[in-house]
């Protein structure tokens, strides 16, 4: 199974990124990401045998990072990966915090660093205008384990498991 870790927004969020994307003036083959899509991945970790989801769910759990507002303030066309995404030009610390960590639970070696962002358009082949975004505000109060199935025409995400961010009372 392929698994990853992640953020997923809530309705008003997705409201908000779904209004951007739908201002994208796309030329085909490009699609749109469905919002029940959107989502910001903390860590991939691939292909995963059964057996070592146990680890993974110990892992999801032992995290002890604060609750996070994210501000996504700007859409990018990313040319190798032929997508447009709603990114985080400023990395809340807090969001930071439980990206390394997650890493290094997981002994991920990883050469970049974290570009917090939303997928909004898949098969970009050619740069589009981008327009000036206002800054959506996103409040992330838990994250998850999820499963990728990619074996249909789409890819469909479920949910492992999923565990509460700490309020400000209790940070560690």
Same mark, same amino acid.
């Given at each position: 199974?392929?698994?990853?870790?992640?953020?997923?927004?809530?309705?008003?969020?997705?409201?908000?990124?779904?209004? $951007?994307?739908? +201002? @994208?003036?796309?030329?085909?083959?490009? =699609?749109?990401?469905?919002?029940?899509?959107? #989502?910001? /991945? %903390? *860590?991939?970790?691939?292909?995963?045998?059964?057996?070592?989801?146990?680890?993974?769910?110990?892992?999801?759990?032992?995290?002890?990072?604060?609750?996070?507002?994210?501000?996504?303030?700007?859409?990018?066309?990313?040319?190798?990966?032929?997508?447009?995404?709603?990114?985080?030009?400023?990395?809340?610390?807090?969001?930071?915090? $439980?990206?390394? +960590? @997650?890493?290094?639970?997981?002994?991920? =070696?990883?050469?970049?660093?974290?570009?917090? #962002?939303? /997928? %909004? *358009?898949?098969?970009?082949?050619?740069?589009?205008?981008?327009?000036?975004?206002?800054?959506?505000?996103?409040?992330?109060?838990?994250?998850?384990?999820?499963?990728?199935?990619?074996?249909?025409?789409?890819?469909?995400?479920?949910?492992?498991?999923?565990?509460?961010?700490?309020?400000?009372?209790?940070?560690?």
């Amino acid at each position: 199974m392929r698994l990853f870790f992640a953020l997923w927004p809530d309705d008003a969020t997705k409201a908000q990124l779904t209004r $951007v994307a739908a +201002q @994208l003036a796309l030329a085909f083959p490009s =699609r749109l990401v469905p919002a029940a899509k959107y #989502h910001l /991945t %903390l *860590a991939f970790v691939g292909e995963a045998a059964s057996s070592r989801l146990p680890a993974l769910l110990k892992i999801g759990a032992k995290q002890q990072a604060p609750r996070c507002k994210i501000a996504f303030d700007a859409t990018e066309f990313w040319a190798n990966s032929q997508v447009v995404v709603a990114a985080a030009q400023k990395i809340p610390a807090e969001l930071l915090k $439980v990206w390394e +960590q @997650l890493h290094r639970d997981l002994a991920l =070696r990883t050469q970049h660093k974290l570009r917090a #962002h939303v /997928t %909004l *358009a898949r098969k970009v082949a050619q740069a589009p205008v981008l327009q000036a975004m206002s800054p959506i505000e996103w409040r992330s109060s838990s994250f998850g384990l999820y499963r990728s199935d990619t074996s249909g025409a789409e890819s469909a995400y479920t949910v492992v498991d999923s565990w509460p961010l700490l309020d400000e009372r209790q940070n560690p």
